[in-house]
């Protein structure tokens, strides 16, 4: 299965917008790039998820490199309720369910 | 709200016992996937379901088992239990088993196995 690489940990200030990074070099034609964030006590959230086109919704942007082999999940405008680890994985057609979640990024928001 | 209802919240109980965590779907997913996650693993894929079907299975022992029922929810059953089974666990469901389709978790059950 294609991995993802994240950084364990990022900081950022509140009402500041925050770049997460992802790496996935390994990334098949068929992988689709999702973001989940998991808040403390609760099981994880759905964020975004793209194939090859940058994705906006009313949580986050996700960029995607023209050569698919990383992604940035942008926060336009931190908040404390932001405060999570973020998990970037990659589900594709013939792993179904599988797909592996690594250690995410522990994202803190400073006020 | 996921919409993903996991019951029961926590479960505390013996080495070499049996249990059965129940999930409930959002409305409308056929898929249900299980996972375990704890403090030295992360979050590890146990097992898929797709309108009453196993359709594909992670790293699940042999001691555990589930099953999709026809109204959709599903069980873990989670047998002859150890200590190192203490974990969370989280169902997820999703719309069909395509691979760009989100997945919507559950708040997840705290085993503790003591």
């Known amino acids: 299965d294609a991995k993802t690489t994240q950084p364990n940990s990022m900081e950022s200030n509140e009402e500041e917008p925050v770049h997460l990074p992802c790496n996935h070099s390994?990334?098949?034609?068929?992988?689709?790039i999702h973001w989940y964030r998991q808040l403390p006590s609760q099981g994880p959230e759905y964020v975004i998820h793209?194939?090859?086109s940058n994705v906006n919704n009313r949580m986050a942007s996700l960029a995607i490199a023209e050569d698919r082999k990383s992604s940035t999940l942008i926060l336009h405008r931190a908040t404390l309720r932001d405060a999570a680890v973020y998990y970037c994985i990659l589900r594709d057609v013939t792993n179904a369910g599988k797909s592996t979640f690594g250690d995410g990024t522990t994202l803190t928001v400073k006020p | 709200d996921s919409g993903v209802t996991q019951t029961p919240k926590h479960l505390i109980t013996a080495t070499g016992q049996r249990v059965t965590l129940r999930c409930s779907p959002r409305?409308?997913?056929?898929?249900v996937y299980w996972y375990q996650q704890s403090l030295d693993q992360g979050l590890q894929f146990l097992i898929q379901?797709?309108?009453?079907?196993?359709?594909a299975k992670g790293n699940i022992l042999e001691r555990f088992s589930a099953q999709q029922f026809p109204d959709l929810h599903s069980e873990l059953n989670l047998s002859s239990l150890e200590l190192g089974d203490s974990a969370l666990y989280f169902c997820?469901?999703?719309?069909?088993?395509?691979?760009?389709?989100?997945?919507?978790f559950g708040n997840g059950t705290r085993l503790t196995v003591t």
């Open positions: 379901y797709y309108n009453g079907e196993e359709r």
């Open positions: 390994t990334i098949s034609g068929t992988d689709y």
């Open positions: 997820a469901s999703s719309v069909g088993t395509a691979y760009n389709s989100p997945l919507h």
């Open positions: 793209g194939l090859t």
């Open positions: 409305s409308g997913d056929l898929s």
